[in-house]
């Protein structure tokens, strides 16, 4: 295999992504129906046509991007991270709406949107890890260590925050792992988290009074109390994505879905409901398998990493992505609330697929380093 | 390293609580399917949808004239959403009743206590869908909107419908298998016209999304269809519903009459090949005569003698043989290889002309002028008949189209006797419509068309695309053949075989034909058919009659096929204004009885009575109303003495028999005050006649 030459990294990698890739695109097909019905006469085909081209197109990018050299992403970050504050304000401005949320940025020159906070997540996490490495010496410090590093992930958040809650919520808790891998000094984490859960609360308490004092904060409201309440029939998709879950005991078979016509979100953030009606509980539990071993591949990348930013920025990026399929599989099977996470490598999802195809691509990128310091035989196992 | 080690402790921390968030997932889905799967599963059952075809309405199929021959027509299946929140309690309870009363008045299929108590019953329930009928026509459809809580429409009276097209024609049996049907549900039979436009007349079928409720009934999600169906276009056929009912008809007559088993009829323009008429009728097992089978276009059997105008027209085209040709035909038998040729009916004279072997049907005469000319070399002869296309189907639209045979000499088949027992319409098959498409084409000074059923695609009534007449040979034969050709044909209705069918008014030219069709339990059976057209001087019609196994003595074609022919003839004739020659050139000076005259206005009476031409005279010019005092069988004497110099005098006078118009101008005029009670002419008065009255009294009328 001439091709395999050319392809370097965690190999273990490669194949997750491809056979989470396929099963995408098969899961995709049979769960646009409505969506082809609502917009394109009945033509599916449309949809499977483009998402096919998102993935194959992700996935070249993926190639691209683990060739070049892990130790440049982490001068890129301060750029990414300085460039990414203006683009999320510019966004909550002047952004495309989907719902009530300004989210999407349009890319010029084309007629695909992008959503910032996809941009300013990688960009973020980079630069954490980054500074995390380079400060390690100081890491236990408050004014040399935590200051500086809890600055950009605040502002970051914080611009993330209104038009996308869970977004910036889940980027918050990746920061946060990170920082604990980092060493950052105990007494700094519980410093933060506990800001963190006193801020919920004032914001709960907010919205629960005023819920029009924030733009979203009727939605939030209503999602929070629909799931606390667990009444059914005002928490139509939950109930419609344990419907699909429960038919699929007995596994319908690829395009018998019946839920995917109820669920609003059925191509992204309730695939996983859809799969699991279609194929069943073994293919489910496959998934979070293949997610774990993802992770795993991760830790092992960053146990072999000899740089400590190469350690970092692969834990940082592998966590973030497996914790994002982490919720958004909670919230198909009602474990969480509903939040609006689609289900990474799977879901349908234009641009947002690409970002996280960069995120592999720099892994692999850092696996590649590491394989090609263990093949010169000038790193030992620790 | 400790950095390292630092770090890598927190690592496998991070990952062992990914593990378990992992698990935790599996195990909400265990939950989920297993101990709250039952009645999650039970909830799905509600909430299966589909998306449901709608069908287009599949167009329609007219006539020549626009009657409709086949149209599709919409039943409605309605129901109610009894539950929805729009019908508050007290609406139920009020309008229940008579909702029900409506409901069963208008369907009669229930009483109204029963409707009541689906309704009651479907309210307490919950159910969200009750049926109230199905099969409802458009126009109870209409009568239903009218209904109590109905009348509030779909949101606010949860009035549902939805609906199915069938397909009716509405001359029933007319032409019945030649318009044809397409079975839907794919079981049985397709065939005729549907089948063959059926790409047209289908349309595009549209989606509707639908749910399924309680049993296996599914009601819509949305108002909107999610995909509108395109409905089908029309056709126009060449068929003329009146003339098809004369066939039709004429033909069951004759079928009944001699007890034939089956029967066929076309009827054809001869310029265009337009099937103006096509009938087809079997007996049944009870006696009656349906239209199962497309025998005049699948049916491809032993012509008979009708075969002989393509043989002798061969030999006049090959040989340019005369009509004046004596043919010695001895004692009406001959032998060819031992095997008999006989007449019918034994000669006059033996010595006879080629016309007159035609106009007598000569089997004899026929297989030796073939003889004559072709028994050296026949394959000239079937060569001839190839040429003039009789061994090639027509290819018309209508699936089902018989082949015809005409076997050539190096098939294995042929013998010694092959030649002649072509010549009369043996050993050769064709089909009714391929015989009589032979026989328009001479009519048609040889040019052959091809048989038209389609004159038009039509959609909302605009013309989508028109079919052109089709020439199948602009000349299957010479001009002088032709002319030959139809001398032939009309000796035969005025000196041959179908002296019956001579009219008064026009010229029939045909040939009779009696097919000896095989033996049927013991007894022979018989074909009799007539082919020709009319009038012959300018032909316009081709005709085939074909009567297959008449049960009875006759079964000559000239006296089972001919007369009717003759039936849909004389119709066509006499309806075909343009066809026509004025009857009468002159007329009388009078009409020969007078009509009953009422009293009126004299002016307009004498107006009518010129204009039918009868005798009339008065005795007052001036007087502008005048009735009728005598009239006798031929004329009309009209006086003004009645009724106007009555009233002057001040008594009201007779009024039997006058219009409104006129009695009211008469009336009111002369100061009486008139009151009109029905229409038409005045039948009672409320003043006697001759009674006096002063003016502004008031006078009542009955008109009937």
């Given amino acids: ?13 490669w194949t997750v992504v491809l056979l989470l890739s396929l099963l995408s695109i098969l899961v995709v097909y049979s769960s646009v129906v409505a969506l082809a019905y609502r917009y394109k006469n009945g033509d ?38 300085i460039l990414a504050a203006p683009l999320l304000l510019y966004t909550l401005f002047k952004g495309v709406s989907s719902g009530d949320a300004s989210r999407w940025l349009p890319i010029p020159g084309t007629s695909l949107t992008f959503q910032t906070s996809d941009f300013a997540k990688l960009a973020l996490i980079a630069y954490v890890a980054r500074i995390l490495s380079i400060k390690q010496d100081v890491i236990k410090d408050f004014k040399q260590g935590f200051l500086p590093v809890i600055t950009p992930i605040v502002i970051i958040c914080a611009l993330i925050f209104p038009a996308n809650f869970s977004t910036a919520a889940l980027l918050f808790l990746t920061c946060l792992v990170l920082m604990f891998v980092g060493r950052m000094n105990a007494k700094h984490l519980w410093l933060l988290i506990g800001s963190g859960v006193i801020f919920i609360a004032f914001l709960v308490m907010i919205v629960w009074n005023f819920p029009d004092a924030i733009p979203r904060g009727r939605t939030w409201k209503a999602r929070i109390e629909n799931f606390s309440k667990g009444d059914s029939e005002s928490n139509f998709q939950a109930e419609q994505a344990k419907i699909a879950i429960a038919r699929g005991i007995v596994p319908q078979g690829p395009g018998n879905s019946i839920s995917r016509n109820f669920l609003p979100q059925a191509s992204s953030d309730f695939i996983f409901a859809i799969l699991i009606e279609e194929w069943g ?9 293949l997610y774990v071993v993802l992770l795993f591949r991760g830790v092992r990348i960053a146990n072999n990493s ?5 350690s970092l920025l692969a834990i940082g990026l592998t966590f973030s992505l497996v914790f994002q399929a982490m919720i958004n599989m909670a919230v198909a099977v009602n474990l969480f609330p ?19 195809s960069i995120s592999l691509g720099i892994i692999l990128s850092v696996s590649r380093e590491t394989e090609v310091k263990m093949e010169g035989g000038e790193f030992a196992t620790t | 390293m400790e950095v390292k080690k630092d770090i890598l402790w927190r690592v496998y921390l991070i990952y062992f609580f990914m593990c378990l968030f992992g698990v935790a997932i599996i195990y909400k889905i265990f939950i989920i399917q297993f101990s709250e799967g039952e009645e999650l599963r039970a909830q799905a059952e509600r909430f299966s949808t589909r998306f449901f075809d709608i069908e287009a309405v599949r167009g329609n199929i007219y006539d020549a004239n626009g009657s409709l021959l086949a149209t599709s027509l919409p039943y409605f299946e309605v129901g109610m959403d009894v539950n929805t929140e729009a019908i508050s309690e007290e609406l139920f309870k009020d309008n229940v009743d008579s909702l029900s009363v409506c409901l069963s008045t ?8 029963d409707y009541r108590k689906l309704l009651v019953k479907a309210r307490r329930s919950g159910d969200r869908w009750v049926v109230l009928h199905r099969d409802v026509s458009y126009t109870d459809l209409q009568k239903m909107k009218k209904f109590p809580i109905l009348r509030r429409g779909k949101n606010r009276g949860g009035f549902v419908y939805l609906q199915t097209n069938k397909r009716e024609r509405p001359f029933q049996f007319l032409a019945a298998r030649t318009i044809g049907k397409v079975n839907e549900n794919g079981t049985g039979k397709s065939y005729g016209l549907e089948v063959a436009f059926d790409s047209v007349l289908q349309g595009k079928s549209g989606q509707r999304w639908m749910q399924k409720i309680a049993g296996n009934v599914w009601r819509p999600i949305n108002d909107d269809n999610e995909i509108d169906p395109e409905d089908g276009d029309d056709i126009v056929s060449t068929i003329d519903i009146n003339v098809q009912d004369v066939a039709e008809n004429s033909l069951m007559n004759s079928l009944k009459k001699h007890g034939a088993d089956h029967g066929c009829l076309v009827l054809m323009e001869i310029k265009t090949g337009e099937v103006k008429a096509i009938a087809n009728l079997k007996r049944t097992k009870d006696s009656t005569y349906v239209e199962n089978l497309n025998y005049a276009v699948g049916a491809a059997t032993v012509p008979g003698s009708t075969f002989k105008l393509p043989s002798l027209v061969a030999v006049m085209e090959d040989h340019n043989v005369s009509l004046d040709e004596i043919v010695d035909i001895g004692n009406g038998v001959c032998y060819y290889s031992n095997e008999r040729v006989a007449d019918s009916h034994p000669p006059v004279k033996s010595k006879i002309t080629v016309q007159e072997v035609f106009e007598l049907s000569s089997n004899v005469g026929v297989t030796k002028i073939i003889s004559r000319y072709y028994s050296k070399k026949p394959q000239q002869y079937i060569d001839r008949l190839y040429k003039m296309n009789l061994n090639e189907p027509l290819n018309i639209p209508i699936p089902g189209e018989g082949k015809p045979y005409i076997k050539d000499t190096k098939d294995k088949t042929w013998s010694k006797i092959s030649l002649q027992w072509i010549s009369y319409g043996y050993e050769t098959r064709i089909t009714p419509l391929q015989i009589l498409n032979f026989y328009a084409a001479i009519a048609n000074d040889g040019k052959m068309m091809r048989p038209m059923f389609i004159k038009e695609v039509m959609n909302r009534g605009k013309s989508v695309r028109v079919f052109k007449p089709e020439v199948i040979n602009p000349a299957i034969c010479s001009k002088a053949t032709v002319v030959k050709a139809r001398k032939m044909m009309e000796g035969v209705v005025t000196n041959g075989t179908a002296k019956s069918l001579r009219a008064a008014d026009y010229l029939i030219a045909g040939k009779t034909g009696t097919a000896q069709m095989g033996i049927v339990n013991g007894k022979m059976t018989y074909q009799a058919s007539f082919v020709g057209y009319f009038p012959a001087d300018n032909p316009k019609y081709a005709c085939i009659v074909v009567v297959s196994a008449p049960s009875g003595d006759s079964y000559y074609g000239g006296s089972v096929a001919g007369p009717v022919f003759k039936d849909v003839a004389d119709k066509v004739y006499s309806t075909s204004l343009e066809i026509h020659k004025e009857i009468n050139h002159t007329q009388p000076k009078y009409a020969l009885t007078a009509p009953k005259v009422k009293c009126g206005y004299q002016e307009e009476i004498e107006s009518v009575l010129t204009t039918l031409k009868v005798k009339n005279q008065t005795n007052d010019e001036n007087s502008e109303w005048v009735s009728a005092i005598s009239s006798d069988s031929v004329s009309v004497s009209l006086s003004s003495k009645f009724p106007e110099e009555t009233l002057k005098k001040g008594i009201v ?20 005050r008139v009151q009109l009670i029905g229409s038409g002419a005045v039948a009672s008065q409320s003043i006697t006649a001759g009674t006096p009255f002063v003016k502004g009294s008031k006078i009542v009328l009955q008109l009937i």
């Fill in chain 1, 306 to 310: 000899e740089r400590t930013f190469g």
């Fill in chain 1, 281 to 289: 509980i073994i293919t489910a539990i496959i998934i979070i398998f």
């Fill in chain 2, 653 to 672: 006078p007779n009024l039997f028999g006058m219009t409104a118009r006129d009695v009211l101008y008469l009336l009111e005029n002369n100061g009486m």
């Fill in chain 1, 338 to 356: 509903v939040t609006g996470q689609p289900l990474p490598l799977i879901s349908m999802g234009g641009t947002s697929i690409w970002f996280t």
């Fill in chain 1, 1 to 13: 295999m001439n091709l395999l030459k050319y392809i370097k990294g965690d190999k273990v990698i």
């Fill in chain 1, 44 to 81: 599916t085909s449309y949809y499977l046509t483009k998402h096919i081209f998102i993935v194959s197109s992700g996935i070249c990018l993926m190639y691209l991007i683990h060739k070049i050299k892990y130790t440049y992403f982490s001068r890129i970050s301060q750029i990414a991270v």
């Fill in chain 2, 106 to 113: 208008l369907f009669k299929d229930k009483s109204y206590k």
